[in-house]
């Protein structure tokens, strides 16, 4: 009776792993339309037509969201993470790690949507002590320089996925870590003329 037991527990065992279901695998957004109306923002604005950065701010904090895409090689050649606005300084925001809110007001802590030319290398006090400014172009965003809302490093920004935590919030910055802004600073100190980064949602 014992060995029959046996037979049978093996039998179910085998029989389960063998229909086991795999995960299905989370299929990647398709930037084609974005990428293409980019590229010819930069060819008619006289902006880089190399690279340009995508911000995604629909995807979770936690995950790869900044994109370095090459006009190119038509691929994206690095991603990361980034931060979002808090956007808390005038109402309550209860859900503000799972999604950004935006706003072009002053002092709202918020993420601006838009297009923005990445700006002079300058000094910070943050991360690795670098920052550019940021130069709203969209009426969504052209309070940008005086919100000092500028690209730089944050070391308490992971340099890799940590979903399904959050990145940490910041003041409206795209902030990311200080690894992946060594590589950014290489790459802009390298441009002649200005590069595009854009954040969508």
């Known amino acids: 009776m014992t060995a029959k037991l046996y037979l049978l527990f093996f039998l179910s065992v085998f029989s389960c792993s063998g229909t086991k ?12 339309a974005i990428h293409a109306e ?5 060819k008619e604005k006289g ?13 979770h904090s936690g995950k790869n969201r ?30 503000k790690y799972q999604t950004a809110k935006f706003s072009n007001r002053a002092d709202s802590h918020c993420s601006s949507k838009g297009k923005y030319k990445v700006g002079k290398r300058d000094y910070s006090s943050w991360g690795i002590n670098v920052k550019y400014w940021l130069h709203g172009l969209e009426e969504s965003n052209n309070n940008a320089v005086d919100r000092v809302v500028v690209l730089h490093s944050w070391d308490a920004v992971s340099n890799r996925e940590i979903h ?9 910055c795209p902030a ?8 950014l600073d290489e790459k802009l ?3 002649t003329k200005p590069v595009l980064l854009w954040i969508v949602e």
């Open 21 to 32: 279901k795999e995960e299905p695998k989370e299929t990647e957004k398709d930037y084609s």
């Open 38 to 42: 980019a590229l010819t923002f930069c």
């Open 47 to 59: 902006f880089s037509e190399d690279y340009y950065f995508l911000v995604d701010m629909s995807v």
């Open 66 to 95: 900044f994109f370095v895409y090459s006009f190119k090689d038509t691929i994206v050649t690095d991603k990361n993470l980034v931060t979002h606005g808090s956007c808390d300084k005038f109402d309550d925001n209860p859900y």
């Open 164 to 172: 399904p935590q959050y990145s940490p919030l910041s003041w409206g």
């Open 176 to 183: 990311v870590s200080d690894i992946f802004m060594k590589k």
């Open 189 to 191: 100190k390298q441009t």
